[in-house]
């Protein structure tokens, strides 16, 4: 089933949670709603699902209006932070909940609750812990049980609240990679919160990124990734060093060094303020200049535990500077805190954006 | 990932970089001034200590007058080690007369300087301020001139003062008033709800588990019985010990049977039951409530296609409207015991005698009015309490504040029910 919102606006009080949302979900799609806490993401879930109203705008189920349809008419399933299982009920009390309180004309006969049931717990992998109570799984069990519960009851519509969030790095990752399967088993149009953006590029389809209740971008994985549309998105997916430098006459300056635009993803046009974006594996230390545009900048602090080197700077001109160098080249350049050298950013991966 | 930086932040790196280099602060720089420096402790300063070792003058002021301008003459060495001497001076020295109409500042001697010279600033400008003295800031060291006007650009943050200012009387009994009608509200229309969902379960449409409903059966039932007990007996006692005093002065203890029958069935049992019910299981149903509010249960259990008004209210409502007549009734005949305990062990009066005379007094329209009575008020704990818990805040400690507000406002339904029936009671000649 499709999912479309349209012109979707929601206060409370004096906070604008989210303004004027546009968005089309395709059926069987895994769509990432990607932002920090606050950016309205949570609330845009629970409007889809039902359980918020917006204060104007549509929501379209499938082409129709299903804006004043109650949840219970919604038929989407929902999956919480916190997993929200009923905790004095076994796993398998909670997962055939959902089939049992169905009115007397469409429960299926406890025989096939039991059946559908031992399914969807395999499927989750779990059939073994069907008759312990959620206090004695682990988080990433619970939110399994979850999972099974929610599709028990057959949705059109999977929508998960950061479900990952209250788990650990590995668990999370392992889950990550086995809800990715299960969607592509059973193909159901689904939407997930996240405000990990690892999480985001890796599940989903397309990612929306939001902030301060706007959409910034929607698009693949590798489209915000590598051609962000603002310089929020450049910040968000990833590090990345943001200085602030002037337009002139189709130059960038920072401080007093100018760079080419032509050369850089410049969504900047005229004169003014500018802010340029670079990530730290794409800036160069070198340590006399070449020619080409280069900075001075001082070593503050170096640390070389991980698979790069971490250098951080301080530019010429105050700002800070995140520089990552392979060990070799580290080693090559012997740099050690107080060191004087030039920072040399990877013209045509330089983005500027206008502000 | 670092987040995005406003310009003033990075606006405010560049300057302490600046700084730095300019081997400003001599000491790593001291929460200076938190309320208008408050950004600039979050950089760690780590400027090096002068190594030189050198012989430091006394920070001093020297004030020359001349016409109506007054001039400050810095010399010495300003740092923390030296407490503000010359800060009261300076300032008791602005307000002698004659009074100056501007000042400048002279600092070609200042030698080095750091946070302490410029709280004195701070001071010194605000006097002048408040004393509407005009000041030249020209002939001050441009580090500190910089840093004036960044701490001046910078809002104070209102947050880091102590609480803000009472509102006037008048404004916190709007406000109490505006919020008890909003609460009276969310009341009527909660109660609008399980009234429909009461219809709904009279047509057998309703959803909840009857093993939802009998274990709420069970917890405010039978396991409310010790505590409905104790309390009972013991207004029993107290009703027939209150009633012993007076009535002994004319002989008459043996109306205390009547005193504690009528006072009992008409109004006290079912009023202690329902007191305590409120504590009991109101907030019981305001704490169960709020926790599946908070877990997020309530949420699933409506995308689940199941309304939670339904599935969680309308057992707990039912249960306490089954159960308080009962427990009324139960505590009606304790009480009565106590008030027998009183008679018969205080007053000497014989045990059949009192018994007799409390069943005469006792009259089934007392007792039906009572079991009325205890039955809203029963509806009224449960709906109040069930309200409180759907309303219930996203975080653990809302739940307490859910239990204790349902206590509250159980109690004063009662109370204002109590009285309402006191009133409908008298005009029916009931």
């Not at chain 1, 004043?68 to 299982?85: C, E, I, K, P």
């Not at chain 1, 796993?91 to 399914?119: S, T, W, Y």
């Not at chain 1, 086995?178 to 690892?198: A, G, M, N, P, Y």
Request: aromatic share 8%; hydrophobic share 45%.
């Amino acid at each position: 089933m499709s999912i479309e919102l349209r012109n979707i606006r929601k206060t409370f009080g004096d906070f604008v949670a989210l303004d004027n949302i546009n968005l089309r979900v395709a059926t069987g799609e895994l769509l990432a709603l990607l932002g920090l806490s606050g950016s309205g993401k949570t609330t845009l879930l629970r409007i889809i699902a039902g359980l918020e109203t917006p204060d104007a705008g549509e929501v379209l189920f499938h082409g129709a209006d299903a804006t004043t349809r109650s949840v219970r008419d919604r038929n989407v399933g929902f999956v919480f932070q916190h997993y929200a299982l009923f905790k004095h009920m076994t796993v398998f009390d909670n997962v055939a909940f959902g089939l049992r309180v169905k009115p007397r004309v469409e429960r299926p006969v406890e025989a096939e609750i039991a059946r559908r049931v031992h399914k969807l717990l395999t499927l989750v992998q779990l059939d073994f812990l069907a008759d312990r109570y959620p206090s004695q799984l682990s988080g990433g069990q619970r939110q399994r049980v979850a999972l099974a519960r929610t599709l028990a009851v057959e949705p059109k519509v999977l929508l998960l609240d950061e479900p990952f969030g209250a788990l650990d790095a590995k668990v999370r990752q392992e889950l990550r990679r086995w809800l990715k399967r299960l969607h592509e088993e059973i193909k159901i149009t689904s939407v997930f919160v996240t405000h990990d953006q690892e999480e985001a590029l890796e599940l989903a389809n397309r990612v929306v990124v939001m902030n301060n209740g706007r959409i910034e971008q929607i698009g693949t994985p590798e489209e915000v990734y590598h051609r962000p549309a603002t310089a929020f998105v450049h910040n968000f997916l990833g590090n990345v060093n943001l200085f602030h430098g002037r337009i002139e006459n189709g130059k960038v300056y920072l401080g007093d060094t100018a760079v080419d635009v032509d050369r850089a993803h410049a969504s900047a046009s005229g004169n003014g303020k500018a802010v340029l974006a670079l990530r730290p594996h794409l800036i160069e230390i070198i340590t006399r200049p070449n020619g080409k545009p280069s900075f001075p900048a001082t070593v503050i602090s170096v640390n070389p535990a991980g698979p790069q080197v971490k250098v951080e700077l301080v530019a010429e001109w105050g700002d800070a500077v995140q520089v990552d160098v392979g060990h070799e080249r580290f080693d090559e350049l012997a740099i050690a805190p107080g060191a004087r050298v030039f920072l040399r950013p990877k013209e045509e991966k330089l983005f500027v954006y206008q502000i | 990932m670092r987040p995005l930086r406003s310009g003033l932040e990075s606006r405010l790196e560049k300057l302490c970089f600046n700084l730095r280099r300019m081997r400003v602060f001599r000491h790593p720089v001291e929460p200076f001034a938190c309320r208008r420096y408050g950004m600039l402790t979050r950089n760690a300063f780590i400027a090096p200590m002068a190594t030189s070792i050198h012989i430091a003058a006394p920070p001093g002021v020297t004030l020359t007058r001349s016409a109506d301008t007054l001039t400050l003459h810095l010399s010495g060495e300003w740092s923390m080690r030296h407490k503000g001497a010359a800060t009261a001076r300076t300032l008791s020295s602005l307000d002698a007369p004659p009074k100056p109409r501007r000042i400048e500042f002279e600092s070609s001697d200042l030698g080095e300087w750091d946070t302490s010279l410029l709280t004195f600033f701070e001071r010194v400008l605000d006097h002048c301020r408040t004393r509407g003295i005009e000041v030249d800031r020209s002939g001050l060291p441009p580090g500190v001139q910089r840093l004036l006007e960044l701490a001046e650009a910078v809002p104070e943050k209102k947050d880091a003062r102590a609480a803000a200012a009472r509102e006037s009387f008048l404004t916190r009994i709007g406000n109490a008033t505006i919020e008890a009608l909003r609460s009276f509200d969310e009341f009527l229309d909660f109660f609008g709800r399980v009234t429909i969902a009461f219809w709904r379960l009279l047509r057998g449409k309703a959803r909840f588990r009857t093993s939802d409903l009998m274990i709420e059966i069970q917890d405010c039932g039978a396991n409310a019985l010790g505590i409905v007990t104790l309390i009972s007996y013991l207004v029993g006692i107290i009703l027939a010990f209150m009633g012993a005093v007076q009535l002994q002065q004319f002989g008459a203890q043996i109306y205390v049977a009547d005193l504690v029958s009528i006072g009992v069935t008409r109004d006290m049992g079912a009023m202690m039951t329902a007191i305590i019910m409120a504590g009991r299981t109101g907030a019981a149903f305001a704490a169960a409530l709020g926790t599946m509010k908070v877990t997020q249960e309530i949420d699933a259990l409506a995308t689940m296609g199941i309304s939670p008004l339904e599935f969680l209210v309308l057992p707990r409502v039912l249960a306490l409207v089954l159960m308080m007549p009962l427990l009324c009734l139960y505590s009606d005949f304790v009480a009565i015991l106590g008030g027998t305990t009183i008679g018969v062990g205080m007053l000497g009066i014989n045990f059949t005698v009192f018994v007799h005379e409390a069943a005469y007094a006792t009259t089934m329209t007392n007792v039906l009015g009572g079991l009325f009575k205890g039955t809203v008020y029963g509806a009224l704990i449960a709906i109040a309490g069930c309200l409180r818990g759907f309303q219930c805040g996203d975080s653990s400690s809302a739940v307490g504040d859910a239990a204790t507000q349902s206590v509250v406002m159980s109690v004063v339904l009662i109370v204002c029910a109590c009285g309402l029936f006191a009133v409908i009671f008298n005009i029916l000649g009931i």
